[in-house]
């Protein structure tokens, strides 16, 4: 494999998982949406000092509400209480610090089915990147 085809493997992989930044260091872009029920996610730009989060509220009767959209960076990690249609939820806060990185309603890391399509895609930019040579 030429040094071309590695760097279009690495660029692209570090594209796709997530890891490039722009050049500009720019504000945080997460998805918003308040409890109401579809959750009709719209892109929004975050303050300096928020990250994206998802809050989940859980009532006494076990009813969910979820919210997504830009968290102070330090409310992340504390509990909270919020009144919603006349009903009492504990909240928790779930917080990534990527692009649009809360749309799931769990944030989780990177799974191995995410990379299972993203391996022949390196092998066509390998391809490619020899028939340049």
Not at 85 to 97: A, G, K, V
Not at 106 to 123: E, H, R
């Amino acid at each position: 494999m030429g040094t071309f085809s590695i760097f279009l493997c690495i660029l692209f992989l570090c594209g796709a998982l997530g890891l490039t930044t722009s050049p500009a260091q720019g504000r945080l872009h997460c998805y918003k949406c308040s409890f109401a029920k579809p959750c009709n996610p719209v892109p929004t730009e975050c303050q300096d000092d928020e990250i994206c989060g998802i809050s989940i509220g859980t009532s006494e009767w076990k009813e969910t509400i979820e919210r997504k959209g830009c968290l102070p960076r330090t409310q992340c990690l504390l509990p909270g209480r919020i009144s919603y249609w006349s009903r009492s939820y504990d909240l928790q806060h779930h917080c990534c610090e990527q692009d649009l990185c809360n749309t799931a309603t769990k944030l989780q890391g990177l799974s191995s089915p995410l990379l299972t399509p993203l391996l022949p895609l390196v092998a066509i930019f390998t391809w490619v990147g020899d028939l340049f040579h």
